[in-house]
């Protein structure tokens, strides 16, 4: 090893994560305080499950297995036991009304709010961790509650600023793609690892479009990286069937028991006021997970979004769920009906982002003291306790930089205003107020440093008694 250099570590991040900053945490929570205020007001109670739970308690019901653990985050505790982070909301919820099934109310309704995480391979915008947020009802087996969950997600839409036109929730059956597999010949036990293939094949439809899937239901595709995902081996006719029922040019499937389901949906959020603009019967929602049984829906975005090319495209599935009968009776003696919807956060602050939905939700940063001179620390340090007094975001420089440098740390925080004082204003009993965010815009038609100093935009000088009022009445919105 050369003079000089040492065994430094590399900063990096494991590929499919990310760092959040506080802009993005800001939007996200913003984004969860309303979805949360939607759920609660159809009468969806919080609860918590953690992060991790046994393996065999999750089940094998992920629509990608083409990485280690069958695209789950596994290892092995001291006692030999398996443990998996989970990988959805609604297994570890399955598990949880299992073992608390006698004193909770039934139906039970409830939501919940948390990572989760997938072993699979990443890509843009797909990550190994990502937020959801789920409702789900437990001992309903009647429509009504599917019903419910649709109303639900297109409410949760508009709440979000997602205006009618923009997305739209659709439905479909479980049963009635079953009944198109049946069609394809691939009924039995013999078929079901061809029929699970399948799944996964027609759920990232609106990810490959229907080249794609066509593909991964025949021999298999080769993605732009080179990665090879084996397909179903369906035959040219076998193929067709499938294609046929994803674009509603085939009727398999669309009569009996699932159509009577689904007629059953559509008549009660229609009697709701939810018209076919909001809540439609559609063929090509599949859903990819193991788990479901019947009604499957979900919300997509149908406006255009510039992708990273510029090119406007439609964004696609923000949310869904769907009915999963047999997961809580997994564990019992007894079948428990269940059924629920899951919110992908991420993708929705993507695409609100991307519509200019977030382009004024900027969080504002706190109220800086600056610091003039280090002997009166602590009469700085007073100024912002009586601040924070009143609930105003403040804080004092704890830096070792001149006035410069410090008026850019205020700028990079976001702060709103800056409290000076100096030897003269001290002297006098009065504090500088720089409104920080006035002064931009007003610099903007200032052409000379002269102008400047003599004007000094969005700066003004007060009563040191008077900081927190003056401060609290430059804070107020129609002064902003």
């Known amino acids: 090893m050369s003079a000089g250099k040492t065994n430094r570590l590399k900063a990096r991040l494991p590929r499919g994560f990310a760092d959040r900053p506080a802009s993005d945490l800001h939007t996200t929570n913003a984004l969860m305080a309303t979805i949360r205020d939607v759920f609660e007001l159809y009468g969806f109670d919080a609860v918590e499950t953690p992060l991790i739970e046994y393996t065999d308690a999750l089940g094998r019901f992920l ?65 190994r961790q990502f937020l959801q947020f789920d409702a789900d009802t437990v001992g309903a087996a009647g429509p009504a509650a599917d019903a419910e969950m649709c109303m639900l997600l297109a409410d949760t839409m508009e709440a979000l600023g997602f205006e009618r036109g923009d997305y739209r929730v659709k439905v ?43 593909a991964l239901l025949g021999e298999g595709r080769t ?39 689904l007629t059953a949906i559509a008549d009660i959020v229609r009697s709701a006021g939810y018209d076919e603009q909001r809540i439609a019967i559609d063929p090509s929602v599949v859903r990819g997970l193991e788990y479901y049984t019947g009604a499957v829906f979900e919300a997509e975005l149908t406006a255009e979004i510039p992708n990273e090319k510029g090119e406007p495209v439609v964004f696609g599935s923000v949310g869904g769920g769907g009915r999963y009968d047999g997961l809580v009776g997994r564990f019992l003696n007894e079948s428990i009906p269940a059924t629920g919807v899951s919110v992908g956060v991420s993708r929705l602050a993507a695409a609100r982002t991307a519509l200019g939905l977030d382009a004024t939700d900027r969080q504002r940063g706190p109220v800086v003291v600056m610091v003039l001179d280090r002997t009166n620390l602590p009469r700085y340090q007073a100024m912002v306790a009586k601040l924070r007094g009143d609930g105003i975001r403040a804080e004092l420089y704890v830096g070792d930089a001149g006035m410069k440098a410090q008026m850019k740390y205020a700028d990079r925080r976001a702060a709103p205003l800056a409290v000076i004082q100096g030897d003269d204003e001290q002297a006098r009993g009065v504090v500088q107020i720089k409104d920080l965010a006035l002064g931009k815009r007003l610099a903007e038609g200032i052409a000379d440093n002269v102008q400047w100093r003599e004007e000094r935009p969005g700066q003004f000088e007060v009563p040191e008694a008077d900081l927190v009022s003056a401060v609290r009445q430059a804070l107020e919105p129609d002064n902003a």
Do not use: C, H
Request: overall charge negative.
């Open 63 to 127: 629509p990608d297995q083409d990485r280690p653990n069958e695209g789950v985050f596994s290892f092995r505790d001291d006692d030999e036991q398996w443990l998996s982070l989970r990988y959805d909301l609604t297994a570890p919820l399955a598990r949880y009304v299992a073992q608390n099934l006698q004193s909770l109310p039934r139906p039970y309704r409830s939501y919940r709010a948390g990572w989760v995480f997938r072993n699979e391979k990443p890509g843009p915008g797909r990550f």
């Open 172 to 214: 479909n059956s479980r049963k009635v793609l079953d009944a198109v597999m049946d069609d394809a010949g691939l009924g039995g036990d013999e078929s079901q690892s061809t029929r699970l293939t399948v799944l996964r094949a027609i759920d990232k439809l609106d990810r490959l479009g229907l080249d794609g899937v066509e």
């Open 223 to 261: 993605d732009d990286s080179g990665d090879v995902t084996r397909g179903a081996g369906l035959d040219e006719g076998q193929r067709r069937i499938v294609l046929d029922a994803l674009t509603g040019t085939s009727g398999s499937g669309n009569d009996g028991a699932a159509g009577e389901e």
